[in-house]
């Protein structure tokens, strides 16, 4: 049995296009903001909307094809991990960011097809297949119906 676990599924919307970069020893890192909204009825019955903004890192080859297919508004899924940067501003304050960091990747709309996945060390990708048509993850929250309440129960 696992004595833990750092795992991360996200499904949302590129609020922007993917910032791709390479480092100096060329390779390859896209940075990307991904939405992920939930709503709810408040006390009042009025829809409550929220929106979490979370930036996902992807490596090597999977960096590579976030950087030629994804755009703004492209719908897709993570499964990463968790990992917070450290580090001094010039005040001399510590700062924190905490970044997911991408393992697979599948483009959700019709214009992406395909998941790509990496090895534990972020270098091996298996691209998508021309003919592989995305899968529909958790399509019992697609088209959820909107509770007089908010609550499914």
Sequence with gaps: MARSVNKVILIGNLGQDPDMRY??????????????NEGYKDREGQ?????????????????????????????????????????QDREGNTQQKTEIRAREMMMLDSRGKG????????????????DQQPAQVAPEYEDAPEYEDGLPF
Excluded: D
């Design 23 to 36: 480092t100096g020893s060329g390779t390859a890192l896209c940075r990307m903001g991904l939405a992920t």
């Design 47 to 87: 829809f409550v909307e929220k929106t979490e903004w979370h930036t996902v890192i992807a490596w090597g080859r999977m960096a590579e094809i976030c950087g030629e297919y994804l755009t703004k508004g492209s719908r897709v899924y993570f499964e990463g991990s968790l990992q917070t940067n450290s580090w």
């Design 115 to 130: 998941t790509v996945q990496t090895t534990p060390a972020q270098e091996a990708v298996t691209p998508p297949a021309a």
